[in-house]
C-alpha cells in the first residue's frame, strides 16, 4: 500500500534552533517526494521537491531534505529556524498523478 | 496573479443543501486535481483531469459528489444533499505534465472551506 507517515504530530523549537521533520513513505516504485507548507486557513505552498539525482535537495524559505531510498525516508531540516515558519508541514509521496500526504507536522516557534 | 484560484473561500449552508465551488487552474496547466482536507489531517486525493478527461476518481468520491471540467480549464465540484461530514476544506491543484514532462509538480489554491451546519 502506498502510504506516508510523518511521526511528529507536534514540534515545539526555539527561535534560531535547528529543525528536523521526519517523513517516511511506503511506494511501489521510485517515488517523487514533496514537502509543502501551509499556514491556518490557506492553501499549500511547495518547500521542495525532489524527482531524481542528487538526493540533497534545496528548496526556498532556507529549507532542505535528504531522500535516503534504504530508509524510505525524506526528512525536511533547516539550520535556524524563523517565528515565521511556524505553520503546517506536510510531507507528499507521487509519480504522475495523484499525491498521497501525511498527516502533517505543526511546528511552533518561540521567541 | 497567475497562480490557482479557487471560489468562494468560504461557504456555509444547511444539511441537504447542494454547494458548487470553482477552480481556475493556471492558465498553461492541463491537469487539474480536487483534494479534501479535514481537520488534522492531510489533504486527500478525490479526483483529477486531464484537459476534459476525468482520469481517476477516489472512492471517498460518493455518489453525491460530481466533478466537471467542460472545457479544460476551470473546474467545478459539486455536492448534493450536503451532510455534516463534507465539512472540510477543498483544496484544487494544477500541474503541467506533457510527453517531455513527467514531472508532476502541483500547484495548490487557497482552497474553499466548507461549513454543513
Known amino acids: 500500500a502506498q502510504s506516508v507517515t510523518q511521526p511528529d504530530i507536534h514540534i515545539t523549537v526555539s527561535e534560531g534552533a535547528s529543525l528536523e521533520l521526519r517523513c517516511n513513505y511506503s511506494?511501489?516504485?521510485?517515488?517523487?517526494l514533496f514537502w509543502y507548507v501551509q499556514s491556518p486557513g490557506q492553501g499549500l505552498q511547495l518547500l521542495l521537491k525532489?524527482?531524481?539525482?542528487?538526493?540533497l535537495v534545496q528548496g526556498i524559505k532556507g529549507f532542505e531534505a535528504e531522500f535516503k531510498r534504504s530508509q524510505s525516508s525524506f526528512n525536511l531540516r533547516k539550520p535556524s529556524v524563523h517565528w515565521s515558519d511556524a505553520a503546517e508541514y506536510f510531507c507528499?509521496?507521487?509519480?504522475?498523478?495523484?499525491?498521497?500526504f501525511g498527516t502533517g507536522t505543526r511546528l511552533q516557534v518561540f521567541p | 496573479d497567475t497562480g490557482v484560484s479557487q471560489n468562494p473561500r468560504h461557504k456555509i449552508t444547511k444539511r441537504g443543501q447542494n454547494v458548487t465551488f470553482r477552480c481556475d487552474p493556471i492558465?498553461?496547466?492541463?491537469?487539474l486535481y480536487w483534494y479534501r482536507q479535514t481537520l488534522g489531517q492531510g489533504p486527500e486525493f478525490l479526483t483529477y483531469?486531464?484537459?476534459?478527461?476525468?482520469?481517476?476518481k477516489s472512492r471517498l468520491l460518493s455518489d453525491r459528489f460530481s466533478a466537471e471540467r467542460p472545457k479544460g480549464s476551470f473546474s467545478t465540484l459539486e455536492i448534493q444533499r450536503t451532510e455534516q461530514g463534507d465539512s472540510a476544506m477543498y483544496l484544487c491543484?494544477?500541474?503541467?505534465?506533457?510527453?517531455?514532462?513527467?514531472?508532476?509538480?502541483?500547484?495548490f489554491g487557497p482552497g474553499t472551506r466548507l461549513t454543513v451546519l
Open positions: 491543484a494544477s500541474s503541467l505534465m506533457s510527453q517531455g514532462q513527467r514531472r508532476n509538480e502541483q500547484f
Open positions: 511506494y511501489g516504485a521510485t517515488p517523487y
Open positions: 525532489y524527482f531524481s539525482g542528487d538526493t
Open positions: 507528499a509521496v507521487g509519480r504522475t498523478d495523484k499525491l498521497i
Open positions: 492558465s498553461e496547466h492541463n491537469r
Open positions: 483531469f486531464q484537459n476534459e478527461a476525468q482520469l481517476e
